[in-house]
């Protein structure tokens, strides 16, 4: 029978029956060569001791399943007594599935539903999972991490449970992932994280094991509170305020916030002109929201300080205006727990601009990624899309004592400087390995799943 009826790499196969059904297409195969001495001793002398068929499992062709019955042969040894049989490159001992099989659902796992690829080739989810999970130990051997100059540490919720994110601020990559987010698990993970001092700086969020974790593994690491955090205790405070007095509102009061009362909320800068219109309407018919707002958006001015110094002073300012409501007591007691690393913001000046875009992961992911365990989610968020994506380097020029001039393009004037030497640039990583934010989020939202 014609072997290019099946086509396969490498050529090891030789077909001895072929047959078609509706859906169906089997062939009986047999090695091409048989082997010429003993994997052993090197012997000749050997003989055939049967014939075993092994069922195996190989990509459709033309929309149809296709079946393999190949007959393996054993042999035995009468030099050294070993026995053996056929082994084939494209069919791994004992494998129900050819290797490109395996690659295929593989590769697809990544990227489509388990129930998609058992649709496409008829295999049980059970197994299709099973050799998913193989594949991302694979990927995790490989997986390369490298310390960036700003660690960020954050969460996300994900199957109703905070996971650990670990996130190059710098580059807005994420590098890793880790089942929880408790100490002695982000503890391990920065010991076996490569190259620490590379960190410059971490920034967290007010999560206390963060902050433990890293003075354990990185004593002499500057800590950062990112700022998003501290923004959203004191915008969550206001949100109190404004329920509380909402309540004691006229029917005329009630009918001009309707509507509009998220206006009072955000950062009154960032509104456009017609909701910066409608906001003072607000606080000109409404004076009772006029203080706690203004207190609110006058927090903003404490990071927009020059210095440490002028910052700690603009926010004890602060606090003898918003202790005259209750809600705020949580924040200020907050900042006065934490008010080291808050104000290394001032020494440091760095933020996990990173967070709000995590927020936004986690909403598309609890969306489009219903029925996944963590391993699973975990490994379509690394490994799954384009979003991944290797180091970025870039050249920068080496700065030192020169001579001269090294050509009519970069001419340096005669006698000792401290310039560029443009003859001798220095390779920088400006983003480590990991998942482009941004990208991964308009890949989710585009494709309409994960």
Request: aromatic letters at 10%; a neutral charge.
């Amino acid at each position: 029978m014609d072997n290019d009826l099946y086509n396969i790499n490498p050529k090891e196969f030789k077909i001895l029956d072929r047959q078609e059904y509706d859906q169906n297409v089997q062939y009986v195969l047999e090695a091409v060569s048989k082997p010429t001495e003993c994997p052993v001793c090197g012997s000749d002398n050997f003989i055939g001791k049967g014939v075993n068929p092994r069922k195996a499992r190989d990509m459709n062709e033309y929309d149809k399943l296709v079946g393999l019955i190949v007959n393996t042969h054993r042999y035995v040894c009468k030099n050294c007594g070993n026995t053996w049989s056929d082994t084939f490159e494209s069919l791994p001992p004992n494998a129900k599935i050819t290797k490109r099989l395996r690659d295929y659902i593989c590769d697809r796992a990544l990227y489509v539903p388990f129930s998609d690829i058992k649709r496409d080739i008829d295999i049980s989810v059970s197994t299709v999972k099973r050799i998913f999970h193989d594949h991302v130990e694979e990927l995790d051997d490989k997986h390369e991490i490298i310390a960036p100059e700003v660690l960020g540490l954050d969460e996300t919720m994900l199957q109703g449970k905070y996971r650990g994110m670990y996130v190059d601020i710098k580059g807005g990559r994420i590098i890793d992932m880790t089942e929880d987010r408790k100490k002695q698990t982000v503890v391990k993970w920065l010991n076996n994280l490569p190259q620490k001092e590379r960190i410059k700086c971490v920034t967290i969020d007010m999560w206390g094991d963060y902050k433990d974790a890293v003075q354990a593994v990185l004593p002499r690491v500057p800590i950062v509170v990112d700022k998003f955090h501290v923004f959203e205790h004191i915008y969550k405070d206001f949100n109190d305020i404004r329920i509380r007095l909402s309540k004691n509102l006229t029917s005329k009061e009630k009918a001009i916030i309707k509507g509009n009362w998220r206006l009072l909320s955000y950062n009154a800068v960032n509104l456009d002109f017609k909701g910066q219109q409608k906001l003072k309407e607000i606080l000109d018919n409404i004076p009772i929201f006029k203080e706690p707002h203004s207190i609110k958006e006058n927090f903003a001015d404490i990071y927009n300080a020059r210095t440490r110094k002028e910052g700690e002073y603009l926010f004890e300012e602060w606090v003898k205006r918003a202790s005259q409501y209750e809600e705020f007591t949580d924040s200020i007691a907050m900042i006065y727990r934490w008010h080291e690393y808050i104000f290394n913001w001032y020494d440091h000046n760095v933020t996990n601009a990173t967070t709000e875009a995590l927020n936004r992961l986690a909403k598309e992911i609890a969306a489009k990624g219903r029925g996944y365990t963590y391993d699973v989610l975990k490994a379509k968020i690394l490994y799954g899309t384009t979003a991944a994506k290797p180091a970025k380097f870039e050249y920068r020029p080496v700065k030192g004592n020169v001579v001269g001039f090294t050509s009519k393009k970069n001419r340096y004037e005669i006698g000792y400087a401290s310039m560029w030497r443009h003859d001798d640039n220095e390779k920088v990583i400006v983003a480590v390995p990991g998942v482009d934010i941004e990208e991964i989020i308009q890949v989710i939202t585009r494709e309409g799943k994960l």
